[in-house]
């Protein structure tokens, strides 16, 4: 069996795996069982390690780490997601957050097991012939694919809060007041991982404009993704300075940390589809 068959049975066998991560989730929310969360987590385990291990094979057959068509992309992005998951989960144990992440992984591996592995472009772009610039380019694409999942987690996060404070406000308890963590755990999840998130995407966007000056001779090409790139890092940056001087907390960083997941999705898929550029090579 060749490495691109391997790696596409482990990525169909992790798609697999994680759907039965996200139904043990759901059921987990409606039975509140310890065990249903912990065989929810150790099936998110088990797909990732099935994912990371179709990774390696998938990146040992191209000679560069598979981020180069919209199906790459897309798994490389669920990787990036169910790690930084296992990450936060393990840090904070808010048990409940694999309920948005496990459909939100889930999606992304279905849409890739349906979408053709194209052959990238020869676009300049993808040119790492020298292990400088290969250097530059992982780390732009790690980074860039890490910050973004730790943001989504944040927004997911974010909604879980908006969600538990409604059911706090109603008169008579829902169904979600019991089931949900505090207040005061979710803003502070959200809030870490937005720094995380923010932290990662500065620096990938260093490592970005590096590799950028390596392959055009410029930093700055005014590219579409560049531009909403800038946009999304504004909005993160603007929430943290909200929380650091005008005490930003609770509803209103939640419904921040909503408003630029949305434009971080916009960018990272939108722009490559609709309006082109560098990275649109990257969704085709």
Request: aromatic content about 14%.
């Amino acid at each position: 069996m060749t490495p691109e068959n391997s790696a596409h049975t482990l990525f169909l066998t992790a798609t697999i795996v994680y759907a039965a991560a996200m139904a043990a989730y759901f059921l987990y929310l409606f039975k509140q069982k310890e065990t249903l969360q912990n065989r929810a987590f150790g099936l998110v385990c088990a797909g990732t390690a099935l994912h990371f291990t179709g990774t390696a094979f998938s990146t040992f057959a191209m000679g560069a780490l598979p981020a180069h068509n919209l199906q790459q992309t897309l798994l490389t992005a669920a990787l990036a997601l169910s790690s930084v998951f296992i990450i936060l989960k393990q840090k904070f144990n808010l048990k409940i957050l694999g309920l948005f992440a496990t459909p939100l992984i889930v999606l992304m591996m279905s849409w890739a097991m349906v979408l053709p592995d194209t052959a990238p472009a020869g676009d300049p772009f993808l040119r790492g012939t020298t292990f400088l610039k290969g250097f530059w380019l992982t780390s732009h694409i790690v980074l860039i694919f890490a910050g973004e999942a730790a943001l989504a987690l944040a927004c997911g996060a974010g909604i879980l809060y908006l969600i538990q404070e409604k059911a706090i406000k109603e008169k008579k308890r829902g169904f979600f007041y019991k089931r949900l963590p505090s207040l005061d755990l979710l803003d502070s999840t959200s809030y870490i991982s937005v720094i995380t998130g923010f932290t990662m995407l500065t620096m990938g966007l260093i490592t970005g404009l590096i590799y950028a000056k390596t392959v055009w001779g410029s930093f700055w090409q005014w590219d579409p993704k560049e531009i909403w790139s800038a946009v999304t890092w504004l909005i993160y940056a603007a929430l943290l300075h909200g929380r650091l001087t005008s005490g930003w907390r609770g509803k209103k960083s939640a419904m921040m940390t909503i408003l630029g997941f949305a434009v971080l999705i916009f960018t990272f898929f939108g722009v490559n589809m609709l309006i082109g550029g560098h990275h649109q090579t990257f969704t085709k």
